[in-house]
């Protein structure tokens, strides 16, 4: 079964400095992952989404992340956080089979501090 | 644009209560689901259903039920209100051969049972 582990469930970055989240999913299969945010009070918002091809993804808002199916990895970085940036952020994969639903990661939350 | 509606933001119910929370989306989706969201727990799936009248349970099903009388909406019942009920909620839809598309969520409807 296909599952997603998001490692740290608070980042703290400086605005200005480089965003790294990380994501690591576990899939026996060729996986779509997608990276959701969540502004307060709100709902979730596709950033971006692997699914064939090019292996670096560009999103929304100058994030971005890569697929590395060697390291099964998804991470989401951003060069230079922008106090806007501070929200939720939600790795999921799409399930394989059945009715292919997202499997999401436990979230990460994003401070940015000046 | 498109656009995933849940008809209330905030929501104050008592103890026992019977809770409708509505869902409508405008895109003829065929796959609507119902997440709750809690803090250190993720997203965690209520329910599904994967066309008008079709359901299946998610994850946490007990005490809730849903109905899909039409395609473009998707209930979400709570049959009698409990205190470990509050939370926020969360609807998504995704069109039925979209495991590659993600989902569209609404923006929530944050409930407090007392």
């Known amino acids: 079964a296909q599952s997603v582990t998001q490692l740290g469930s608070h980042v703290s970055v400086s605005e200005g400095a480089l965003v790294l989240l990380r994501c690591n999913y576990s899939?026996?299969?060729?996986?779509?992952l997608f990276w959701y945010v969540q502004y307060p009070n709100q709902g979730l918002q596709l950033l971006l989404k692997?699914?064939?091809?090019?292996?670096l993804v560009k999103g929304i808002n100058g994030f971005e992340a890569e697929f590395k199916k060697s390291e099964t990895s998804f991470h989401l970085t951003k060069p230079s956080a922008h106090m806007s940036d501070a929200a939720e952020y939600f790795c999921a994969v799409s399930e394989a089979g059945g009715y292919n639903k997202l499997i999401f990661g436990a979230g990460t939350r994003l401070a940015v501090h000046p | 644009d498109v656009k995933v509606t849940q008809s209330s933001r905030y929501l104050v119910k008592r103890t026992g209560e019977k809770v409708f929370l509505e869902c409508v989306q405008d895109m003829d989706h065929e796959n609507m689901f119902w997440y709750r969201q809690d803090p250190g727990l993720g997203l965690r799936l209520i329910y599904f259903?994967?066309?008008?009248?079709?359901?299946e349970k998610g994850d946490i099903p007990e005490g809730y039920s849903v109905s899909r009388e039409k395609k473009e909406r998707f209930s979400l019942i709570l049959e009698s209100a409990s205190t470990n009920q509050t939370s926020m909620y969360l609807c998504?839809?995704?069109?039925?051969?979209?495991?590659?598309?993600?989902?569209?969520f609404g923006s929530g409807t944050r409930l407090t049972v007392v």
């Open positions: 899939s026996s299969v060729p996986p779509y």
């Open positions: 259903s994967y066309d008008v009248k079709m359901k």
């Open positions: 692997y699914t064939t091809g090019a292996t």
């Open positions: 998504a839809s995704r069109p039925i051969l979209g495991a590659n598309y993600g989902y569209t």
